[in-house]
């Protein structure tokens, strides 16, 4: 088991003194859990990253064990093609600034990492946490923040989704398990993101082979050809 999984499954979690993260948040010894869904119909993959410990200030009461920190990015789908990766672009950014507590960001005011394949996308957000929050990064070693592994939620075997779902807190909780996914995804939801998008994309309905046509047909002033309708 990795390191960082014996942190979260070690129920007590670490004394929150002295100073750092013990450890756990080093380079490949981290992972960053994510899921994707949706909320109101629009797409969000959600990235979450545990430390076992957190303090923002000094004295034993400005620290306590355990500490989820989340970035949900919104997407919005261009064109109709499912299959096509590229025709998703990031729309907005939403993060925890404390404990299950949702700040936001346009797009535009985060740094990006390029894909580097294909099509010259921004695909990864540069955002840091710091004490019990999470920013936008700005710093020029911002490709250090790729350095912990990700881990899929499908991906995990039944064991681990168990042993993530069943886990209680004081504090924080796990935000993608099944019981609290869709709820702080809700909650990280911002209806700005997509101002002026439709909902859903604007699709043509294919034009069958064979079109039948009735017996005695209807003429309508200023009809529609079927090229041009609209799937509902």
């Keep these: 088991m990795s390191p960082v999984a014996n942190c979260i499954l070690n129920r007590a979690g670490l004394k ?31 990235y979450s990253y545990y430390v076992p410990k957190v303090r923002w200030a ?23 093609d499912t299959d096509d990766i590229s025709a998703l ?30 099509v010259d996308m921004a695909t990864n957000p540069r955002m840091k946490i710091h004490d019990k929050a999470i920013s936008p990064f700005t710093g020029a070693d911002g490709d250090l923040v ?5 881990i899929s939620w499908d991906s995990l075997p039944e064991p681990a989704q168990k042993a993530l779902t069943d886990v209680k807190y004081d504090k924080t909780q796990a935000p993608f398990n099944d019981a609290n996914f869709q709820s702080q995804l809700d909650a990280a939801y911002r209806e700005g993101f997509f101002a002026g998008l439709p909902t859903d994309a604007d699709c043509i309905s294919e ?25 509902e």
Excluded at 28 to 33: D, I, P, R, S
Excluded at 95 to 116: C, M, N, Q, R, V
């Design 16 to 46: 929150p003194t002295g100073g750092g993260r013990s450890g756990c948040d080093h380079g490949g010894k981290a992972q960053v859990y994510v899921r994707g869904g949706t909320s109101q119909g629009r797409i969000g993959i959600i």
């Design 58 to 80: 000094k004295g034993n009461g400005n620290g306590h064990r355990h500490y989820w920190a989340s970035v949900v990015v919104w997407v919005n789908q261009w064109g109709c």
């Design 89 to 118: 672009w990031p729309v907005g950014i939403s993060y925890t600034s404390d404990h299950l507590t949702w700040a936001t960001a346009p797009a535009g005011e985060i740094s990006f990492k390029p894909s580097g394949v294909g």
């Design 146 to 150: 790729y350095q912990p592994t990700l």
């Design 207 to 231: 034009q069958p082979d064979e079109i039948d046509i009735p017996d005695d047909p209807v003429t309508v002033t200023g009809a529609v050809s079927p090229s041009s309708t609209e799937m």
